[in-house]
């Protein structure tokens, strides 16, 4: 076997890309080849679960050896927290500018936003069910996946209070405002991969949108 | 080996409990020693999922051998999907009397058994994590799946229908109504289980019982 020929590139190749937003973080979503594994190991968890996934398929979506996707991350169990944070923040950033873009046709289209980023992003939704399951027996799983839910509803927060006139200073319930709209999107996508009824997935969140347009006032 | 020793009962044993109420299945929940072993796996299936678990342990739990869970489960599949039917089954049967002793304390009540029957199974709640995921990558499990959300969907519509006086005959929507709550719970166990937060899942659960019954009147 010719080593030098699956030699994975030098980290110093993405050195000027190493400062990334997040900061702190060891390994570099900037790296064009590392966000390519970590999209093609999103995939494949979507797909096949984390535990019947190995390295050396990620690698060959890809056309790389094993050897270079380990050069990356150390170990599978490395790659899955990875790759939970990774397909998370896109997807949030995903809800942030379609919430942004709808906000301009009007507040209550966030709220529709927050549906549609859902709907695009199948493989975020998978990955999610994949996660939660896992983040039972793994406990930096649950620590990402926490934190990743905090940031979430943070978003949602703002997104809905927007939505729906409701005063920030004021409203002293927006935490569990913002839990409970991630719970209806998350638990609906829970019904909806199991009976694979979108149309009756879509029904329920407008039902919802309109029982909480009109009973919010009574709690605020 | 004394294979004599291992020699399970044979199925005669339970002839009397044969016909159980559901009919139709091979499986006999009403045989003690098939109950057990389905409730053991449950809760190994809960605590470690269903690919790290094994049939030896889950007999180990009983101090029964392995052959003997063979004998009553062809395979480690049969036994996950009866596991999951047989689980949810209960579980449905004790949201059925905590909402039929709830409703005794005013309508209200009903829907608050809904929360405290979910917050006192953490095996169901646990295996139905485990089964979404699972459900992605086995369609007999997928379908029995979601037959019993469709039957906890029945539930809960007959439950808030009392609770929130619902005309059944006129509202056209109460199917949609009583996947929202399914929604609700389930995605509540979610966050709950990430961050094990229980009292803001509760808290979040009582916000939401203020949203509807205040916003159900415009939609009614």
């Known amino acids: 076997m010719n080593t030098a020929e699956t030699a994975p590139q030098a980290p110093t190749d993405s050195a000027d890309t190493m400062e990334t937003p997040t900061g702190g973080r060891t390994v570099d979503w900037e790296n064009p080849r590392v966000a390519a594994i970590l999209m093609a190991a999103a995939k494949c968890f979507a797909r096949k679960g984390f535990s019947a996934t190995t390295l050396a398929e990620i690698g060959k979506e890809l056309g790389l050896r094993k050897s270079i996707v380990h050069y990356y991350f150390a170990s599978k169990a490395a790659l899955i ?28 289209a966030a709220l529709q936003s927050l549906w549609d980023a859902m709907q695009s992003s199948k493989t975020a939704t998978g990955l999610n069910i994949e996660v939660w399951s896992a983040a039972r027996r793994d406990d930096e799983l649950k620590r990402r996946a926490a934190e990743l839910q905090q940031d979430a509803q943070k978003l949602i927060g703002e997104a809905v209070s927007g939505a729906l006139g409701i005063d920030q200073q004021r409203f002293t319930r927006l935490d569990q405002l913002s839990r409970l709209l991630l719970a209806v999107v998350n638990g609906l996508s829970v019904s909806e ?28």
């Open 81 to 108: 927290h990875e790759v939970q944070s990774f397909t998370y923040r896109k997807y949030l950033e995903q809800v942030r500018e379609s919430i942004a873009s709808g906000a301009e046709g009007g507040a209550q």
């Open 193 to 220: 991969s199991l009976d694979g009824d979108e149309v009756k997935a879509k029904q329920t969140y407008d039902l919802f949108l309109e029982i909480l347009r009109s009973g919010i006032e009574s709690v605020k």
